[in-house]
C-alpha cells in the first residue's frame, strides 16, 4: 500500500460545480496533514492545513478521519481558476528513516470548464 | 522577501557530466528538503537537513550529495548525471519539523540528462 493515495482524476467540472477529492494514508502514526495546490509546471504551495476539527476557508472545506486514515477537500462554486494539480500531504513523525518529512499524494487534476 | 531561491531554471546535461543545483532561503528556516517530481511519481524526497552540518537521506537518495554549512543554503550535486536523473527539482525549506509547518518550495529546477 502507498503511503499517501490519491484518485489522479482528472477530474472535468463545469464553474460553479462542487468537487471532492478523497486521499487515504498508511502511516496511523502520522500526525500533520495538508492539501498543497500546484498549477502547470509550477512549485507546489500550501492550500490548507487539515485538522481533526475539520477546517474551512472560504468556498474550501478540509477533513481528516484518523481513525479510517482518509483526508478530504470540498471545492464548492468552482472557479476557472481552481484548475490545478492538488496534493494530499502528510508529515509523519518517526516514519522509517525520515523523521518529520513530507509524504505527498501523487495529485489529482482539477479542469474547471466555463 | 525572495522566499526560497533555486537555480539554475534550466539545465541541460551530458550523461557522465557532474553538476550542483543551487537553493537558497531567506527566511532563516531550519529544516531544507530536495524533491524530484516526475510524471506519475509525485514528488519524491532526496535528502534533507534539520539544521546546519546536519544532512541525511531521504527515499532516492543515490546519485546525489548535499551538504549544509550555512542555514540559508542547501546545495544538490549530481555526481554523474544519467538520464535517469531527467526530473523536475524542487528545493523547499520550513522553520521546522514541528506539526503543521508549512513548507515553501523554490521554483524548480529542469533538469535534462542526454
Keep these: 500500500r502507498k503511503e499517501v493515495e490519491q484518485d489522479p482524476g482528472p477530474f472535468n467540472v463545469p464553474e460553479g460545480a462542487t468537487v471532492a477529492f478523497n486521499c487515504t494514508y498508511s502511516n496511523s502514526a502520522s500526525q500533520s496533514f ?4 500546484q498549477d502547470c509546471r509550477k ?5 490548507m492545513s487539515v485538522y481533526s476539527s475539520g477546517n474551512e476557508d472560504g468556498r474550501f472545506t478540509a477533513q481528516l478521519n484518523r481513525a479510517s ?3 478530504s477537500l470540498l471545492i464548492r462554486d468552482s472557479k476557472l481558476s ?14 522509517g528513516g525520515s523523521q518529520g518529512n513530507l509524504i505527498f499524494g501523487k495529485g489529482t487534476k482539477l479542469s474547471v470548464k466555463p | 522577501n525572495a ?31 530536495w524533491y524530484r517530481q516526475d510524471p506519475g511519481m509525485g514528488l519524491r524526497l532526496i535528502h534533507y537537513s534539520v539544521g546546519a552540518g546536519i544532512t541525511d537521506q531521504g527515499e532516492v537518495p543515490n546519485g546525489y550529495n548535499v551538504s549544509r554549512s550555512t542555514t540559508e543554503d542547501f ?4 555526481l554523474s548525471a544519467a538520464p535517469s536523473q531527467t526530473s523536475v527539482y524542487f528545493c523547499a525549506s520550513s522553520y521546522s519539523i514541528g506539526v503543521q509547518a508549512e513548507a515553501f518550495f523554490g521554483q524548480g529546477t529542469r533538469l535534462t540528462v542526454v
Design chain 1, 69 to 71: 486514515q482518509y483526508i
Design chain 1, 34 to 37: 495538508f492539501w498543497y495546490r
Design chain 1, 82 to 95: 481552481d484548475s490545478a494539480t492538488y496534493l494530499c500531504v502528510v508529515n509523519a513523525f518517526n516514519y
Design chain 2, 3 to 33: 522566499g526560497v531561491t533555486q537555480t539554475p531554471k534550466f539545465q541541460v546535461l551530458k550523461t557522465g557530466q557532474s553538476m550542483t543545483l543551487q537553493c537558497a532561503q531567506d527566511m532563516n528556516h531550519e529544516y531544507m528538503s
Design chain 1, 43 to 47: 512549485e507546489p504551495k500550501l492550500l
Design chain 2, 75 to 78: 546545495p544538490l550535486r549530481l
